[in-house]
């Protein structure tokens, strides 16, 4: 029996200080986000920030199987879940909008243009099923949109959506290394950029920003692609974050432009000693805004699907939370429901 408890006592989780991460973040040295980000064997790296080398599946694995998970707050889940949405006023191109399809999915009207952002209209990311299923009707989409794809991680580049937009001639803007993966679907017309690249479709520039995460797929060497965020300029400057630890980046893009509108990350952080890098909790998301200067920020990262401990509509629930205990925020922080929108204005 000792042998069995000294087994579980190493599965318990490490220790995780968030302070300390705090002061790692605030060292990291701007410059950093401009740098060389190639290694010579052809995969990519963040140069600001050493991605941690832990053994992941192991501790994935441990953690789950014995690990104490956190306790979490009740609160009233029908409050913070799904609202049916039937999309039709994408037809509209005069009504700006920007709609919450859940996770990182999330579709832009702007200046007759229709954005999708990391589309994840299918029922699941690899084997990880959807707890929130939508159906979403693809003949709302006017054709010739505009798909935004931030990193080839399934949950945020799904097969299954990117076929239904290829038949509607989508043009795709991807991060470097993933063009091929869209020609051999179909796609007709794909721009890949590097960190700082910009294209300009119609009246609207596309630029893919640094992010701090990392790019896999099966079958494919871990950094293979590259990962970011967008900036996209029109009428109203909108940054989406795609998947990102909190980083030096948000400073730099504050002190860069004006942003209207912020779409970040505000989920899959549990367990903290786990996801920090690579994923930012609600706490972290109110800085980044901040930091941002932005006028409106929405979060994302939640609501359809379960990557992490923490409960599927929790981040919602902690960022109203989080206003209601600071309501300096109230007029810009708008935290929307998976269906919700908002018009732009």
Sequence with gaps: MASVCTFIQCASQPVFDEAEWLEQVK????????????????????????????????????????????????????????????????????FNSISFAGHASIIIKMDAQTIFTDPFFSNAA????????????????????????????????DKYSVKKLIKKDAVFVVPLGLKPFFIKLGAQEVYELDWWESVSLGEITYTLLPAQHWSRRIGQKGGKTLWGGYLIEGSKTIYFSGDTGYFKGFEEYGRRYRIDYALMGAGAYEPRWFMHYAHMNVEEFFRAADELGAKTAIPMHFGIISLSDEPLLYPLYETVKFINLHPEYSERIHPLRVGGFIKIE
Excluded: C
């Excluded at 990519?44 to 199987?65: A, D, K, V």
């Excluded at 014995?66 to 306790?71: C, I, L, N, V, W």
């Excluded at 099923?129 to 580049?157: A, C, E, G, R, T």
């Design 27 to 94: 060292a990291e040295d701007i410059a950093q986000l401009y740098a060389p980000h190639l290694n010579p064997d052809g995969t990519f790296f963040n140069p600001w920030m050493e991605r941690p080398r832990i053994r992941r599946r192991y501790s994935w694995f441990r953690n789950h199987l014995f690990g104490r998970k956190e306790r979490y707050d009740p609160f009233p889940q029908e409050e913070y879940s799904f609202i049916p949405n039937d999309y039709t006023y994408l037809s509209d191109p005069a």
């Design 126 to 157: 690899l084997i990880r099923m959807k707890k929130v299923k939508i159906k979403f009707d693809f003949s709302q989409v006017p054709q010739k949109p505009v798909v935004l794809i931030s990193h080839n991680h399934y949950d945020h580049l």
